[in-house]
T-cell receptor
Framework: GAVVSQHPSRVICKSGTSVKIECRSL??????MFWYRQFPKQSLMLMAT???????TYEQGVEKDKFLINHASLTLSTLTVTSAHPEDSSFYIC???WGSGTQPQHFGDGTRLSIL | AQKVTQAQTEISVVEKEDVTLDCVYE???????LFWYKQPPSGELVFLIR??????QNEISGRYSWNFQKSTSSFNFTITASQVVDSAVYFC???????????FGSGTRLLVRP
C-alpha cells in the first residue's frame, strides 16, 4: 500500500527555534500534500494544501510566515515552524495523495512537537 | 457549508461486544467521498475505507462494516465482536472532489475492555 514517511517523529526544542518537518511519499508521486495540526484529544485541522512546484494554499487563520511549506518535488514536502513558541506545541501530520478525488489521502505517522 | 458530526465522544465496551460509531455529514456537493480513519494511541492515521456518493452499497471487511445512507446523510461504522486492539480514536471524514480537502469529524474514542 501507499506509504508516507514523516520525520522526525518527535521534536523537543527551546522557544525561538525553527523546526523543519519532512513528509515523503515513498512509493508514489504525490500530486498534492496536506499538512494538519492536532491538539490533544481534538480533531485534525487542515493547515495548508500544497501542490508540487506551486505555493501552498493556507487555511484561514494559519499564518503563512509562521508555517512555511515547501513542496519541491513530487515526493517531498516540508513544513518549517519558524521561531516556535510553546503555543505551537502540537501533533503535526502530513498526508499525500495522487490523482483525482477518488484517491484517499495517505497519512504520515505524525510529528509531536514540544516547545519548551 | 461542509461539516462532519461524530456525536459520540467516547464509547466503552467489553470485548466481543458489537459497537457502532455514528457519522453524520453535511454537504451541498453532489459528488463527494466519505472516509473512516483509525488513530491508535501511537498517533498515526490508518485508512479504513473510502466511499463515494454514488455508491450506497454497504460494505463488510472482516469484523468491520459500514452503512452509508444518503437519505439520512449518515455513514456509520460497526465493529463486530470488538477486540482490545480496536481501542483507538476513529475519525469520519468528508472529501469533495472539487477541492481535494478532507473535513474531519471530532472523532470517537473507543475503549474496548478485556
Amino acid at each position: 500500500g501507499a506509504v508516507v514517511s514523516q520525520h522526525p517523529s518527535r521534536v523537543i526544542c527551546k522557544s525561538g527555534t525553527s523546526v523543519k518537518i519532512e513528509c515523503r511519499s515513498l512509493d508514489f508521486q504525490a500530486t498534492t500534500m496536506f499538512w494538519y495540526r492536532q491538539f490533544p484529544k481534538q480533531s485534525l485541522m487542515l493547515m495548508a494544501t500544497s501542490n508540487e512546484g506551486s505555493k501552498a494554499t493556507y487555511e484561514q487563520g494559519v499564518e503563512k510566515d509562521k508555517f512555511l511549506i515547501n513542496h519541491a518535488s513530487l515526493t517531498l514536502s516540508t513544513l518549517t515552524v519558524t521561531s516556535a513558541h510553546p503555543e505551537d506545541s502540537s501533533f503535526y501530520i502530513c498526508s499525500a495523495r495522487w490523482g483525482s478525488g477518488t484517491q484517499p489521502q495517505h497519512f504520515g505517522d505524525g510529528t509531536r512537537l514540544s516547545i519548551l | 457549508a461542509q461539516k462532519v458530526t461524530q456525536a459520540q465522544t467516547e464509547i466503552s465496551v467489553v470485548e466481543k461486544e458489537d459497537v457502532t460509531l455514528d457519522c453524520v455529514y453535511e454537504t451541498r456537493d453532489t459528488t463527494y467521498y466519505l472516509f473512516w480513519y483509525k488513530q491508535p494511541p501511537s498517533g498515526e492515521l490508518v485508512f479504513l475505507i473510502r466511499r463515494n456518493s454514488f455508491d450506497e452499497q454497504n460494505e463488510i471487511s472482516g469484523r468491520y462494516s459500514w452503512n452509508f445512507q444518503k437519505s439520512t446523510s449518515s455513514f456509520n461504522f460497526t465493529i463486530t465482536a470488538s477486540q482490545v486492539v480496536d481501542s483507538a480514536v476513529y475519525f469520519c471524514a468528508l472529501g469533495m472532489d472539487s477541492s481535494y480537502k478532507l473535513i474531519f469529524g471530532s472523532g470517537t474514542r473507543l475503549l474496548v475492555r478485556p
